[in-house]
């Protein structure tokens, strides 16, 4: 195919004008960008490679190659990556509504609980999904939930700590927020990968009805040691149904931690749709919409840019088609550039 070139600073590819910052890491800056055609609007996540130690470049693999096996609607859509000699760009769905950290932080003393158990019930359905790829998040905290208000739904984002795992088996990195730490993990002790991410769902839940962390206090240490006792005060407001599903999360001994299969079944969440996303159409334009003239102004408009010859754009669209049938989008791609040369490989 045949190469798309690349620029750098202010345009990506030739295909996004990158916008405000929206957020930012260690490593990475997290942008607001339009596609040049289109004019969709997507989250650009920018890391810096040459900041990177081998330990970071691990984790960086991993989200991409987990993003790319992880395609559920309550998670957020990784579009395209695009690598260059010094940094990588991760072309991601955006968002339109905030993260849940922000929602809960405006409710004092938690969300009503049929709302909750709406968003909680979703939360549940993508991990579950993901489990079932054997891919654990490993950061699952309100901060990583994003709110998608014209769809009326919220999704998983940011794998950074994300990895495959084989049922059985174990793994050993310590990653994620203090806060929503499974013990095991601060222990440092090698540990279940799908209980890890189920602890982080009893804080998330907690949070979601309570208003607050339920393991947060003024130093590190004493959070700490609360995680370790498994210490926690639930106001008296929580009903006993979701008070009882919160406690089955958040054991101590992670093999008598509630499975994703009994949370899905607890009588809290009986009648919740956990999965409204399917009914839904897709955030980009679907090409059954586009007229043939329409296709073909796109078509033009990205060989007049220099983007690629009619010829590999209309192989690279057949290809998205093929594989996404009801998305107008780009596929996702990893776009090796070597100085001036910019090969693509879907």
Known sequence: MSGLKCHHDGKIAGLYDLDKTLGRGHFAVVKLARHVFTGEKVAVKVIDKTKLDPVARGHLFQEVRCMKMVQHPNVVRLYEVIDTATKLYLILELGDGGDMYDCIMK????????????YFAQIVHAISYCHRLHVVHRDLKPENVVFFEKQGIVKL?????????QPGTTLNTSC????????????????????????????????????????????????LTMIMDCRYTVPPHVSHACRALIGQMLQRDPK???????????????????SPATKLSTPLVSHRSLSEEEHGSIIQRMVLGGIADRDAITEWTTISFSRYSFNYTLPILICNCKAQNCTSNA
């Open 107 to 118: 409710h004092d003393g938690g969300l009503s609980e049929e709302v909750a158990k709406c």
């Open 157 to 165: 984002t940011d794998f950074g700590f994300s990895n495959r795992f």
């Open 176 to 223: 994620g927020s203090l806060a929503y730490s499974a013990p095991e993990i601060l222990l440092g002790d090698e540990y279940d990968a799908p209980a890890v991410d189920i602890w982080s769902l009893g804080v998330i839940l907690f949070m979601l009805v309570c208003g607050q962390p339920p393991f947060q206090e003024a130093n590190d240490s004493e959070t």
């Open 256 to 274: 008598r931690r509630a499975t994703l299969e009994h949370i899905q079944s607890h009588q809290w969440l009986q009648g919740v749709d956990p």
